[in-house]
């Protein structure tokens, strides 16, 4: 019923930058919350950051300053700005999303399908 969509990961040296986007799609009424987690080698899945409809965010410690969080609600989009990338940021990273799907129904949370984001020193 809803897809998401990331792109934008890749290879990358350290201090570099990259830009994630995660597009939802399919039968959309409404999405609350939208989030960006990792994945890194033998490590839990992590939330890195988040963002409510109406713009407040919250950042792991670790990518607070390096890190942005945005997104577009006409076009029921996320983005993740990651600038000085570090080695220990490499993982693969998922988008979700809260999503209702009809004005009397209930969220429910959706993933993506992860992006692999590796950093190079």
């Known amino acids: 019923q809803v897809q998401l969509v990331e792109s934008g990961g890749g290879l990358v040296q350290a201090g570099g930058s990259l830009r994630l986007s995660c597009a939802a799609s399919?039968?959309?009424?409404?999405?609350?919350?939208m989030g960006w987690y990792r994945q890194g080698p033998g490590k839990q899945r992590e939330l890195v950051a988040a963002?409510?409809?109406?713009?407040?965010?919250n950042y792991l410690d670790s990518v607070k300053g390096r890190f942005t969080i945005s997104r577009d609600n006409a076009k029921n989009t996320v983005y993740l700005q990651m600038n000085s990338l570090k080695p220990e940021d490499t993982a693969v990273y998922y988008c979700?999303?809260?999503?209702?799907?009809?004005?009397?129904?209930?969220?429910?949370?959706?993933w993506g399908q992860g992006t692999q984001v590796t950093v190079s020193s």
């Open positions: 979700n999303a809260d999503v209702r799907s009809s004005i009397v129904g209930n969220y429910y949370t959706y």
């Open positions: 963002i409510t409809r109406g713009g407040n965010t």
């Open positions: 399919g039968i959309i009424f409404s999405i609350n919350a």
